[in-house]
């Protein structure tokens, strides 16, 4: 009569009123929000089919029973999110039962790789679970088989991996036996004796998503290692490695931006320790990829946003910089756009890895599968037009996994201006105070809708009208200053009355014809 680190995450539900009374007997003063939790943890634990007894238990380990700050003032349940002391919760919860949701939720998909469809997931901690949990549980390096309570403190087997399935701390398994002597009688989970436990029933697939790639995976080499190889020095590959933004000012990956060259990787890495340029990736002829920008960070590589088509309007409209919202691929090839069949195989291969790694892309695959001309049909008209046939490839593989693509739409330009908003009205919110003046630039900074960050300025506030509304409707701030940031102040960061930014690389060899 116990719960053991061989139990299942997920089971039947096994705690009674009696086990609640005796746990609460047992640490120092709960209070009726710690009552009111642990009735919502132990239902959604029953709608979900995750064990409430491992759950409970570890709530309690979590929370120094129940008496952290982070549980009483943030209602963090688990510390979820929370990596050390110091981490402000990335995400709000404002009532137990989210807090219940968002425990059971976590746990859930540990084993599962998705979410419990009858569980609502809190608003404020969606983007934070679908952006951060759902990939970890998902990532390749995950290990196989996450199904028990000790598996929770499995660590990954990839040492470039360092964490662990929900906690690294020597300690962590203590939870199980505390919880025994806070609580006893607790029901087994298995008929008593039973050694080894039998093998988990085999489960339904959770999506028609593909699981693998469909290419076998090409070399990979590391500019951080291999710079040699590419014909640069030390030093400017740790230049090249600088040309991002780093940790993407608060967005993330959600689509990928395939480029070309026009020339070859070598060539391309020591022009880009000139210029402000960067990619997450190259692909080169023979098929290898070479890693260039870490995942994590935001490449330079989309440029100016310049008249971009109608697919990409999604994309900007979630605000800030395009880069950092994509991963990119510098492939090898001139303007006539035409990839090797090695190289192509290495440009699919790569697509199919992140959106297996990152679920936002594989959700709408096709959709987020951009041409660089699609955010800039002026001067990069023909950058990336490869992408049509990677398109047709990715295609396949989602219909063989039984997944029915997304279509593109149609190449159209945007139309910036919302019903019933004209350029002059647009100038008037833009510069509610008038252009700005700074003694950096020769020149007023105000509206021009020639310009990246006014283009994105007004695609954001379009995307804001609700359905068939005008642009009243919208919502659309002011500029209020320009920073200059970064490695030669080539990062400028346009900042707007309702705290948004829109971070702009200037490039050096630009700085130095304006100068
Ligand atoms: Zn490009």
Redesign the pocket.
């Known amino acids: 009569m116990a719960l053991r680190t061989t139990d299942y995450l997920l089971g039947p539900v096994r705690l009674t009123d009696r086990h609640i009374e005796a746990l609460f007997a047992n640490i120092d003063g709960p209070d009726a929000k710690d009552r009111e939790f642990v009735a919502r943890l132990r239902h959604w634990c029953g709608v979900a089919g995750v064990d409430d007894a491992n759950a409970l238990s570890q709530m309690i380990w979590e929370t120094d029973d129940m008496r952290a700050p982070r549980w009483n003032r943030d209602l963090n349940p688990a510390g979820i999110g929370i990596t050390s002391d110091g981490t402000v919760q990335p995400f709000d919860l404002t009532t137990v039962d989210e807090s219940a949701r968002v425990q059971v939720q976590a746990i859930y998909a540990m084993v599962k790789k998705a979410w419990h469809p009858d569980v609502p997931m809190p608003d404020g901690a969606r983007s934070w679970m679908d952006g951060k949990w759902l990939p970890k549980v998902r990532a390749a390096n995950y290990p196989k088989g996450v199904d028990q309570v000790q598996d929770q403190h499995i660590t990954y087997g990839d040492p470039r991996w360092p964490d662990a399935t929900w906690a690294v701390d020597a300690a962590y398994m203590g939870h199980v036996e505390r919880f025994n002597r806070y609580v006893p009688g607790i029901p087994d989970q298995r008929p008593a004796g039973t050694q080894t436990p039998p093998p988990p029933k085999e489960e339904p697939p959770v999506s028609a998503f593909p699981t693998e790639p469909n290419v076998n995976q090409p070399v990979i080499y590391r500019l951080t290692e291999d710079y040699g190889r590419f014909g640069i020095s030390r030093d400017q590959m740790l230049t090249v490695r600088g040309n991002k933004f780093e940790g993407r000012w608060g967005a993330r990956p959600v689509s990928v931006f395939c ?2 060259q026009d020339g070859v990787t070598p060539g391309s890495l020591s022009h880009w320790s000139i210029v402000d340029a960067s990619s997450t990736v190259m692909i080169q002829r023979d098929g290898s990829i070479l890693q260039v920008i870490d995942e994590d960070d935001g490449p330079w ?1 989309n ?1 100016d946003v310049n008249a971009p088509l109608q697919e990409a309007a999604w994309l900007i409209a979630l605000g800030g910089n395009v880069n950092n919202w994509s991963l990119t691929i510098e492939a090898e090839a001139d303007a006539s756009n035409v990839l090797t069949a090695a190289e192509e195989d290495a440009v699919v291969w790569q697509i199919e890895d992140w959106a297996l790694r990152y679920p936002e892309i594989m959700r709408r695959l096709i959709q987020a599968t951009f041409g ?1 001309y699609a955010v800039n049909s002026v001067s ?1 008209a023909f ?2 037009r490869y992408v049509a046939g990677i398109d047709a490839r990715l295609t396949a593989w989602l219909v063989d996994a039984g997944t029915t693509p997304e279509p593109k739409p149609a190449p159209k330009p945007i139309s910036l201006y919302p019903a019933g908003m004209t350029p002059q009205l647009a100038k008037r919110f833009y510069e509610l105070h008038g252009p700005l003046t700074f003694s950096w630039t020769s020149k007023e900074i105000g509206f021009d809708d020639t310009r990246s960050e006014v283009q994105s300025w007004l695609i954001r506030g379009a995307a804001s009208i609700p359905e068939g509304g005008d642009w009243s409707q919208g919502r659309w701030p002011f500029l209020v200053d320009v920073v200059r940031r970064g490695r030669s102040n080539n990062v400028h960061v346009y900042q707007y009355s309702d705290g948004s930014v829109y971070p702009k690389i200037v490039r050096r060899d630009e700085l130095a014809k304006a100068a």
Do not use: S
């Open positions: 480029h070309v590589t440029g660089h990069r950058c990336g």
